[in-house]
């Protein structure tokens, strides 16, 4: 009996959080903060406790390590080493590294790991979105459900009097940090997968 090959880790889902359309108030507030369609209970404040600071810096961390990652990667598909593999990766945008990497696993991992590959490829893509909500959005605090706001203007809706407003919990961050940590573990079994690959005299 042949023995099954090993796939490579999968990520647990995260719930999808429709974005919000919010029309911006003619009334000054704070940092040019303001939203309609709120309860009458409800109020947006731009302080942020420093339990909400750690939870979207935790993400930036775990972003940076997945980065790290792909560089990781790059390096293993070239037979590279740092610092030499510093040299050809580090001042490329993530982007760039992505597309790299993705043309170079489809050329260097077999066939039957293609499909794999490219649903990982699927996930970093999807991490790499929430990194840069994260990193260039307007934070915000909704009040009294204590949910984090974040509005960016990155890719402003249609009409110019409205901004993209998403809500984030603390469950949520902790369900992408995860989906983070899973595309590391799985950059890292392709990687491995490449190196046994070469000791093996099967990559050309």
Not at 4 to 12: A, G, V, Y
Not at 117 to 136: E, G, M, S
Not at 166 to 180: D, Q
Request: glycine content about 2%.
């Amino acid at each position: 009996m042949k023995n099954k090959r090993q796939r490579p880790p999968k990520p647990e889902g995260v719930p999808a959080t429709p974005r919000t359309k919010h029309k911006k108030s003619t009334a000054p507030q704070a940092n040019n903060i303001s939203f309609v369609n709120l309860r009458p209970d409800q109020h947006v404040t731009p302080d942020l406790t420093p339990e909400d600071e750690a939870l979207i810096g935790r993400l930036i961390v775990r972003w940076s390590r997945l980065e790290g990652c792909i560089h990781s990667f790059l390096w293993a598909c070239l037979d590279l080493s740092d610092p030499v593999g510093r040299i050809v990766t580090a001042r490329h945008d993530a982007e760039t590294n992505i597309a790299t990497m993705t043309l170079l696993g489809l050329h260097y991992l077999p066939p039957d790991r293609h499909r794999d590959f490219k649903l990982a490829i699927k996930q970093i893509k999807r991490c790499q979105a929430y990194r840069n909500t994260f990193a260039h959005a307007t934070w915000a605090r909704v009040e009294p459900e204590k949910i984090l706001l974040a509005v960016t203007v990155r890719k402003p809706p249609p009409d110019p009097q409205e901004m993209l407003a998403e809500f984030f919990t603390a469950r949520r961050i902790g369900l992408i940090v995860n989906l983070m940590q899973a595309a590391i573990e799985q950059i890292a079994f392709f990687a491995t997968e490449l190196h046994t690959l070469r000791e093996q005299l099967l990559l050309r």
